[in-house]
């Protein structure tokens, strides 16, 4: 009897912390800055300052938990920051496990979103069916091509700018005879970066060998350390870190850590600027921007030419870049390892791919 | 032998009271689940009661909502099902991940390899997924009995193993080669024998149909008959069922058997259901497995109340969706409310464990083995 007393009570007393809590700090403290919590409802812009009424409008951005992930971020932005132009209502849907992308393209439709944009390739497979269910909803997938039609894919010309990576690294290391690469699975999709960046590496020193590694997974980064310490045992001084931007960590502890031992090896990062000053061993990198994508999937949505089917973006669009030459700053530059000559040769090519005097399209990996 | 007694007034009285003297515990958890979730989205600047308000309209309250849930329920309720039998009936055991992966995985590979007309498919992929689990957890059951190990550990360590060999099968074996999207690790999808929607327009899936069955099953095996019996015998006091003559080694087997085929079938219905192919990390990443022993525990391992404690764990979820949607309160809130939940009540089985140990005749192990020692 006094113990249940004393659970009611106890509970009694939380309950009450609570509403004083919530009463004191609602309107007391802003929304916590670190937190990309969704803003459910922009303020409408001026309405002077947009042609037509958006204000009906609505948005939903699907992505995994963004925290302080740049890759969805640059699409989140994007999102807000438009919002804010046009005046249209947004809001943004974080995945926690892999089922909700499904759950949330569908919920999406229910709560009358009017375009759904998917930010990572687990878009591609889920909005794929939904787009046959909903038809007065527009899909669209950032970073995968969707099988289905009726959804808006873009994916990135991976080729091209790896080739200009291949170009700035084949300048900077002009001597070297194996240059090493780590990837995540050896698919088609992978292969459009690995030929982009030998075929870039070999107009500069055509006697220039390679040495791939695969590690199946994206997440796992004791591979990654394992082939680079491997690769750099094998001769090579420079490794391309191809698993993804986030178990490239091991490739680049194994940098710092051989770095140590006086064998240094030299790498470059994948889809967000990843140099930075902690590690002057990432010499440079290739960009996936998702804000220009999104920024081109809304644009195109608003003026009412936003069809389905596949658009491929490049140097051309700055959706796909190379740090230090699509970028005018990067977190760091590490000056003695990547000299100007190195970037200004990458910029000159950059320059003709997207003049259109110079194309690289990667064949099929088993025609090779 | 005493004459049946009529449903009359004082039955039904002692009939509502100890029903709810069974609410009591998970009604308090789940309330206490509640003030402490409202307390971090009042920490977070939401204003609690019209957050959790929205949660539970998210999750229950329309047609769409409620479909979304039972989908998201189904998987739930057989791994709740998997784990109730297996600790109600004294053999403690974590393994219905394990056993889900890879009911799933080997269901999807028949349901692509088998041919003829859809129910005939359909059948057979979900008996094969029921045998995936079941040798898997007869794998479990051998390690345990031959080696003397905890089957809690064993089965525990096993559901990485289980989640690695799919993971494999999936990378190299029999990965989609028809996939747009070369990024997923997935199989090959199933065209034809999938189960069908029950309604159209929502995802909830004749799966759940199953899984109601299955309860009533379960129900059935575990009130009526004389393996349930036995089962309940060895759950609630080991030492007065072994002196009773039930033989314990065949309990085991018998039991965790069952229980990996129901995990297993949990699996294959996934498949068949609601994602029509095995994608790598496709049971762990929700975690219906771990959700399934908390719905088992918050239902005191009885298989109706399971079906609605899986029920409303699906809908926190559902709901936590839709709150981040509408409001932007993340919806890590939902984890937070569950584990309080879990925490509340799994403290019911520490005292009740030490109350027994309190007890004038102190419990001690069976000789060779002590399988039975951690159930209260």
Known sequence: MKKSRFFALSLLLVFSIVTLVSGCASPASPPAPEAPAAETAAPPATPAASEADFSHLKVALISDPIGTEQFILQAYHKVEEMAGIHGFQWTSMECSDTAQWEENGRAAANEGYDLVIGVGWQAAEPFSALADEFDHVHYAVIDAIAGNDKVTSIGFNETEGCYVLGVMIGTAFPDETLYGYVGSFQTQATYKYRYGFSEGVKSVNPDAEFMYNYTNSYSDTSLPYEYTTQQQAAGATFIFGGVAASANAGIYQAALDLAQRGTPVYTTGLSVDQTTPDNPYIIGGALKNTGSCTEIIISQYLDGTLSGGAQILGLKENAFGVVHVTTDTANYLNEEMMPPEAIEAAKAVAAKIIAGELEIIAPEESAN | ?376
């Open chain 2, 1 to 376: 032998m005493h004459h049946k007694q009529p449903l009359g007034n004082e039955s039904l009285r002692h009939w509502l009271r100890r029903f709810a003297g069974d609410l009591k515990q998970p009604a308090l958890a789940i309330f206490a689940g509640l003030v402490v979730g409202g307390m971090v989205i009042a920490l977070s600047g939401f204003h609690p009661l019209t957050a959790i308000g929205s949660m539970l309209k998210g999750g229950f309250g329309s047609a769409y909502y409620l479909t979304t849930t039972l989908t998201r329920a189904t998987p739930i309720i057989f791994a709740g099902l998997a784990a109730a039998l297996a600790w109600g009936s004294g053999y403690p055991s974590l393994g219905a991940s394990g056993q889900m992966i890879l009911g799933a995985l080997v269901c999807s590979q028949a349901a692509v390899r088998f041919t003829g007309p859809p129910l005939w498919v359909i059948t057979l992929s979900l008996l094969c997924g029921m045998l995936g689990g079941m040798l898997y957890s007869l794998l479990a059951a051998w390690i345990s009995d031959r080696f003397k190990l905890y089957l809690l550990i064993v089965t525990l360590m096993l559901n990485y193993i289980a989640d690695y060999i799919a993971s494999y099968t999936t990378t190299y074996l029999v990965k989609d080669p028809f996939g747009a999207d070369a990024s997923a690790i997935q199989t090959q999808r199933i065209e034809s024998g999938i189960l069908p929607r029950i309604f159209t327009g929502y995802t909830v899936h004749w799966g759940f149909v199953i899984a109601l069955i299955t309860v009533i099953a379960i129900l059935f095996i575990m009130k009526k008959t004389t393996f349930g019996y036995r089962a309940r015998m060895g759950g609630l006091n080991p030492r007065f069922a072994e002196y009773g003559g039930i033989n314990s080694r065949r309990m085991m087997y018998g039991v965790l058997l069952l229980s990996g085929a129901l995990a297993g079938l949990g699996g294959a219905c996934e498949v068949l259901g609601a994602r029509f192919r095995y994608v790598d990390g496709m049971i762990t990443s929700p975690g219906y497995a771990w959700s399934g022993i908390i719905a088992s525990l918050m239902a005191n391992n009885h298989p109706v109340g399971i079906f609605f404690s899986s029920i409303f764990l699906a809908g926190l979820t559902t709901g936590g969706g839709a709150i981040e949607r509408s409001m932007g309160v993340p919806s890590e809130v939902t984890t937070i409310i569950q584990s309080v939940i879990t925490l509340l009540i799994t403290a019911r089985f520490v005292v009740a464990v030490r109350k027994r140990h309190a007890s004038p005749a102190p419990y001690t192990p069976p000789e060779g083995g002590d399988l039975h020692e951690s159930q209260p």
